[in-house]
C-alpha cells in the first residue's frame, strides 16, 4: 500500500503560531454553520474525516509544519516511535517525530529557532517511508494545483500539507504550513 504526500508551497516559511486567530469576514470557517454545510456537501472530504481525528495545535511559533506532519503522519497510520508518555498506546507526537534519523536530516535547533522549509519538511517525511513531492506555486498552475489537491484529499492514502502567506488571505501572520 503506498502511502504519499503532496507538499504545496504557496510561499514562505513556517513563523506564526496556529491560535485563535480572528477569522477575516471573507473568509467561511469550517466550524460556522455555513462552512459545515459546505464540508457535508463536498465531493472531496474523505481524508477531512481521517485527519481530523488527529488534530494537533502547534507547541510553539515555529512548529507549524510539525505539527501538520504529526498530524499526517498518524492520519496514515504510519508506525510511530516508541513514547513512554503514551505506553503502551503509541502515537506521532511533536516531540517524539524528531527521532535521530530524523534529526540528522533536519536539525531539531534550526526548526525549533526558524521552522521548515518544504525541502526540509519532505526530508522529515522521508525518514518516515512517505514519497514526498514538493511544488511550488511558480511551477504550477491554479489549475494543476487543484487537480493535486483534489487528488490527494480524494484518497485516504495520501495527504496534502501546504504553505501559504497568512496576509494573502487577510489574516494575521506570515507563513504558515496546514494539511489541506
Given at each position: 500500500?503506498?502511502?504519499?504526500?503532496?507538499?504545496?508551497?504557496?510561499?514562505?516559511?513556517?513563523?506564526?503560531?496556529?491560535?485563535?486567530?480572528?477569522l477575516?469576514?471573507d473568509?467561511?470557517?469550517?466550524?460556522?454553520?455555513?462552512?459545515?454545510?459546505?464540508?457535508?456537501?463536498?465531493?472531496?472530504?474523505?481524508?477531512?474525516w481521517?485527519?481530523?481525528?488527529?488534530?494537533?495545535?502547534?507547541?510553539?511559533?515555529?512548529?507549524?509544519?510539525?505539527?501538520s506532519?504529526?498530524?499526517?503522519?498518524?492520519?496514515?497510520?504510519?508506525?510511530p516511535?516508541?513514547?513512554?508518555?503514551?505506553?503502551?498506546?503509541k502515537?506521532?507526537?511533536?516531540?517524539?517525530?524528531?527521532?535521530?534519523?530524523v534529526?540528522?536530516?533536519?536539525?531539531?535547533y534550526?526548526?525549533?529557532?526558524?521552522?521548515?522549509?518544504l525541502?526540509?519538511?519532505?526530508k522529515?517525511?522521508?525518514?518516515?517511508?512517505?514519497?514526498?513531492?514538493?511544488?511550488?506555486?511558480?511551477?504550477?498552475?491554479?489549475e494543476?494545483?487543484?487537480?493535486?489537491?483534489?487528488?490527494?484529499?480524494?484518497?485516504?492514502?495520501?495527504?496534502?500539507?501546504?504553505?501559504?502567506?497568512?496576509?494573502?488571505?487577510?489574516?494575521?501572520?506570515?507563513?504558515h504550513i496546514?494539511?489541506?
Amino acid at each position: 500500500m503506498l502511502k504519499k504526500l503532496l507538499v504545496a508551497l504557496l510561499i514562505g516559511v513556517c513563523t506564526t503560531i496556529a491560535c485563535a486567530l480572528p477569522l477575516p469576514k471573507d473568509l467561511i470557517g469550517y466550524d460556522s454553520k455555513e462552512g459545515q454545510q459546505l464540508l457535508v456537501k463536498s465531493d472531496h472530504k474523505q481524508n477531512f474525516w481521517q485527519l481530523s481525528r488527529f488534530y494537533v495545535t502547534q507547541q510553539n511559533l515555529t512548529f507549524c509544519g510539525i505539527a501538520s506532519s504529526v498530524m499526517v503522519l498518524n492520519a496514515l497510520q504510519v508506525s510511530p516511535p516508541f513514547d513512554p508518555i503514551y505506553s503502551p498506546y503509541k502515537t506521532f507526537t511533536q516531540d517524539n517525530v524528531f527521532t535521530e534519523a530524523v534529526v540528522k536530516a533536519v536539525p531539531f535547533y534550526k526548526v525549533r529557532a526558524m521552522g521548515i522549509t518544504l525541502n526540509e519538511l519532505a526530508k522529515l517525511l522521508a525518514v518516515f517511508n512517505l514519497k514526498t513531492e514538493v511544488f511550488y506555486a511558480d511551477q504550477v498552475s491554479v489549475e494543476q494545483f487543484k487537480k493535486l489537491a483534489i487528488q490527494a484529499v480524494s484518497d485516504p492514502k495520501q495527504a496534502i500539507l501546504v504553505n501559504f502567506l497568512r496576509t494573502e488571505l487577510n489574516q494575521e501572520g506570515s507563513g504558515h504550513i496546514s494539511p489541506l
